[in-house]
């Protein structure tokens, strides 16, 4: 079972609390979180997860934009299905510091295998925060010093390394899954610059399965994405540092079968990724839009996102405001086939729209809740996607109208 | 010469006092407006201007979006090169209302033509303001017969008009050219769900030119409209309902050179798109981006239009944020050639990025004035073009999680 419950998205929010979360609930991984210094706010800011073996299989997601940091270069360069740590630092993005960067990202790599034993291109490097500003790497590389003294197998200890990845996030974001013997467990963060195109964010997701190859990690990572952090579209906007990395211990001797690991993979792969939609910047509202007789289901996604990316309906969602009418005029935009006169809306199983025309009662739909479910009919086939997205509030502007001065 | 000053947009909010602007600038036109009691708030909201001749030439270009207006689906059909009436009214769409919407369009045309004696199908039929409410016909058809008896080719009558189709929009815009002996009016309005895909919002102009056949009105207005209306995108939202109406009476007697004419009608229809941006809703900066170092103009055009449509890099705008990574970020997913690592980013002729990692100062840019103009250069090519579009305010949100409730 997974840690929030998918019909009631506030439970997503409880877990700092619990202690059977996170990355070091599988055998085989200990983690660490220090203040390097990184951050003005003083909180912690430095992350390090050692794959304690005895395997260290690993598969690994990346941002699709052309735009990448350096730390995403340098992983990306090492992805063989290999990896025996991954250090991260959040406030800082080490993204466009040009050749500095990939200096700079390398030179972290180099630090925690030094410290750990291991080659450098068995260590994965994840960054996150403002772009444009080169790292501290004195700091930087006091903070690998500390991290690698203080790596513990302790449930508490992956809790803190949860923490140490935030950045606006209000909450830590963490999820576990328990098999027959074996198990998974992932912490992820993010909060804008949400608009995955293939993996989103920092995720992180270990498990003490014995993969018999790194094939398999990658078939089940590359199998839940698409419908999991694929389908989060926040802003429209995609980050230069997104990374997705699983990484497995075979600690508990047990293989699984590769449908309940993939299966397993994907419940916490959108474990996850509700938690990110309900952390959301500025959110008030968690919209999830459903795309239905569409021609396929790559259309229906392709529909549901540019409504999902409509800031008219954005606001619409944040005023509370059944205005079923700029769904129609967001969708209509969509480059997919769909029936201009034949297109149906509910609101959280409220019919406002059937076959194009507001239907008897639609302008005083409740929509005061928290969760608002949209279902769209283009009425031309069977194709159908689920895009989860957020309303547009006062205080997103006022979070991204301020971030960097 | 235009009204406004495109190096100081400031100007183009102080047409509402000047006596010589508007669609019955040119001979050979007759406007009216009144109030039929669509708006609740009793503002005037229907509009008709009449080509009084001696020719009846007429051009028009449409919404690109799948779902259309019925008064949009009315005029298509009858847009044969002839147009002697165009009546608008404002407060309700006539949108997404099935086959009553239809009916409703061309009730309105038919009680134009009676009162004009004309056919119906020289009638243009224009609506704008809420989806999905249906026209109060009662309303709609005394307004008709109060504006045919109103009809009076002052300039005063235009100005009238002007105010008369605005929904949200804060002032009027109209704009004017003086030809050697024949002259050119336009009337538009359009503040939110902006985001042209070959025509934008409900734009009128009018011409006392002479022209030898629709064709040559036809030719001004697709070659003006690709530069001018289709490059403002104030929020990625295309209208159901947008119209651009070019409709020349011959009353001077004049025919003028075909190239001055498109030159003229561009120079108007980028007038009234720049008044278009100033008043865009809950603007608080006007941002121009100019892509360069494309492939092609096209690939330019794709690359500002993803930036302009970047809720974080607009927010920042907002905050006067010289925070270029966004503007990276936002870039790197145009889908388009580029140099990742060999991007440049200047604000207001400041150079903030180079070859993808920022330049001293970048931080410290001052971007507190009305107007930004950002540019990137994407180091392939020579391809160019320039996007018009808004920051992201708090007003922006209040306008539109308010409007329809």
Known sequence: MTSADKNNPDTSTAQNSSADLGVTVPKGFSAAAVTAGIKPSGKSDMALIRNDGPDAIAAAMFTRNQVTAAPVRYTQAHNDGTFRAVVVNSGNANACNGAQGDKDAKATAERVAEALGCQPGDVAVCSTGLIGDVLPMDKVLAGVDELAGNLDQSIAAGNAAAR??????????????????????????????????????LVFITTDAHLPSSAMAHQALASATPTTFDCIDIDGATSTNDTVLLMASGASGVTPDAEEFNAAIHQVCLDI?????????????????????????????????????????????????????????????????????????????????????????????????????VEVDLGVGEGRATVWTTDLSYSYVEINSEYST
């Open 273 to 373: 990724g509700m938690q990110l939609q309900a952390d959301a910047e500025g959110v008030t509202k968690r919209v999830s839009i459903t795309v239905g007789g569409a021609e396929t289901d790559e259309a229906a996604q392709t529909a549901a996102r540019v409504i999902g990316r409509d800031n008219l309906f954005k606001c619409a969602m944040f005023g509370s405001d059944p205005n079923w009418g700029r769904v129609l005029a967001a969708v209509g935009m969509a480059p997919v086939k769909m029936n201009p006169a034949g297109i149906s809306v509910s609101f959280n199983g409220h019919p406002v729209c059937i076959n194009s025309t507001g239907a008897p009662g639609a302008r005083t739909v409740d929509l005061s809740g928290a969760d608002i479910a």
């Open 164 to 201: 140490a990845i935030m950045t606006t996030d209000l909450v830590s974001k963490e999820a576990v899954y328990h098999g027959d013997g074996w198990s998974i467990g992932a912490m992820g963060k993010g909060v804008g610059m949400m608009a995955p195109s293939l993996a989103t964010m």
